[in-house]
């Protein structure tokens, strides 16, 4: 009744509502109920609790402009996209499933309701029957010595150098960093002095330093509010193409009370990225190499996407991003190009790069056409436009092109490169504004995208001693 009337409180938006006692006390049913399909449900519904009250604070963080609002959002959609993992293909967990979709979509505050109102709409199993233990010889202990099971919820989020934490956040090796943790604890067990946060890795012990948080029992009543700072170091760098470094927050009480648990929830997974644009650099322009750091941290979002394409997309990627740097550091492609001379010359300069050399292929057949250059399998469809300027915006007209040679080809990947040499008036921008990934739907508007890298190379540029005349 309590979960029911929280929820509906969020959906009729009366203004300050919070989850945590009902989320607390789903939490408590499913682990009186054990491990059967009825405690898994409710367990499964204490974490879409834990994600709804983040988006509660987010909408209230948003409507008084709070600072830093979005890691309310972001600890939201994380919370979701963790329990999304653990999610089998039962199809009695298809309405958590649509919960979890609901939440990985939100984008304004007017979509917060709508999820209160489908969680209110799962079914739940009545729990009428707990889960038995096996039998055991029991020895009668004196009535003051029994104790309940005392369930604390610690929901976590961080800031990496006053910042949000990302997902996955880089981290510049080989320096220290400030590490900043809030702890919100439902509940603080009677006999429990210290609550203590440390970090759990699959990572080589040597690789990393995470602090070891620690905080004292604190004055008031709950639910708590908790603050502290830390530092953390990666001590290597990854390769570009390398999977994040994953680590976990554990929480626990001390002394350790045998009938006190406490759980973590919110932001308790944290993935790294210790890739080093300046020490191992790929294109050789640091503002490409961020922005092809977004799209590979993009790409592994979408399912399907297997990691020997997505590193072939990635590395002619590059090597078309750092012609794209060259283009506006040397101006190389002067003057107003066909495109069959800007075919031409893209072969040449691909070929020169020892990463692509020999594995360039030129003018294969795919979908019924001809394409005009392929790396392994990823197809590339060069354009070249005189009459405008291009945005990336405009370069949509071309996607569909490349998106039949890329499905036809067997792949989830191609890129579309376009050379603007139209006349230029003005200074042309940053080369990591013209570099970005499509996602392309099917036809049906369900199933796996096509996605597609586009980079715009700036060609005819105007001499820079023209544009301070007038």
């Known amino acids: 009744m309590q979960t029911i009337e929280a929820l509906a409180a969020i959906v009729q938006r009366k203004g300050n509502v919070s989850l945590d006692s009902a989320t607390a006390a789903i939490r408590q049913s499913a682990a009186a109920l054990g491990q059967n399909a009825a405690g898994r449900q409710y367990g499964i519904f204490a974490r879409l609790l834990d994600s709804c009250n983040y988006l509660v604070q987010w909408t209230s963080a948003v409507r008084k402009a709070e600072r830093e609002a979005e890691r309310f959002l972001r600890a939201a959609q994380q919370t979701a996209k963790d329990l999304l993992k653990d999610l089998t293909p039962d199809p009695e967990l298809e309405p958590f499933r649509r919960a979890v979709s609901q939440i990985e979509a939100v984008a304004t505050v007017d979509q917060v309701e709508p999820i209160a109102e489908t969680l209110l709409r799962i079914p739940l199993p009545l729990p009428l029957f707990a889960e038995e233990p096996p039998w055991r010889p029991t020895v009668d202990v004196p009535s003051e010595k029994k104790d309940t099971l ?40 009677k006999n429990a002095k210290m609550l203590i946060l440390d970090v759990i890795s699959v990572e080589p012990a040597s690789s990393y330093e995470f602090p070891r948080f620690s905080f004292s029992r604190p004055a008031g009543s709950p639910p708590f509010k908790l603050l502290g700072k830390g530092r953390v170091k990666l001590n290597n760098a990854q390769t570009f193409l390398s999977r994040p470094l994953e680590f976990a927050y554990r929480a626990q009480f001390e002394p350790e009370e045998s009938m006190a648990f406490v759980t973590v929830e919110g932001q308790r997974h944290l993935n790294v990225q210790s890739f080093d644009p300046v020490r191992t650099p790929q294109s050789g322009y640091i503002q490409v190499d961020s922005k092809l750091s977004e799209i590979r941290d993009l790409s592994r979002r979408f399912p399907g996407v297997r990691d020997k394409e997505l590193n072939d997309f990635l590395q002619i990627l590059t090597a078309i991003g750092s012609v794209a740097g060259q283009a506006l550091q040397d101006a190389i492609f002067s003057g107003c190009w066909s495109e069959l001379k800007f075919q031409a010359e893209m072969q040449k300069l691909l070929r020169q790069n020892p990463r692509i050399g020999a594995e360039l292929e030129v003018h294969p057949h795919a979908g019924g056409g001809i394409t005009d250059l392929s790396f392994r399998g990823i197809r590339i469809e060069l354009k070249a436009e005189a009459n405008q300027t291009i945005s990336l915006e405009d370069t949509k007209r071309f996607l569909g092109q490349t998106s039949q040679y890329t499905a036809a080809s067997d792949r989830r990947f191609g890129v579309l490169c376009v050379l603007d040499c139209s006349p230029k008036t003005a200074a042309p921008g940053s080369v990591a504004n013209d570099i970005d990934l499509t996602q392309l739907s099917p036809p049906t508007g369900e199933g796996l995208p096509v996605l597609v890298g586009v980079v715009i190379i700036r060609g005819n540029l105007a001499r820079p001693s023209d544009l301070s005349k007038g």
């Not at 989020?157 to 900043?180: M, V, W």
């Open 150 to 189: 005392e369930i604390s919820v610690a929901f976590v989020s961080f800031n990496l150098s006053a910042a949000p934490f990302g997902n996955p956040q880089t981290i510049e090796p080989g320096l220290l960093h400030d590490l900043e943790i809030e702890v919100r604890v439902s509940d603080w067990p």
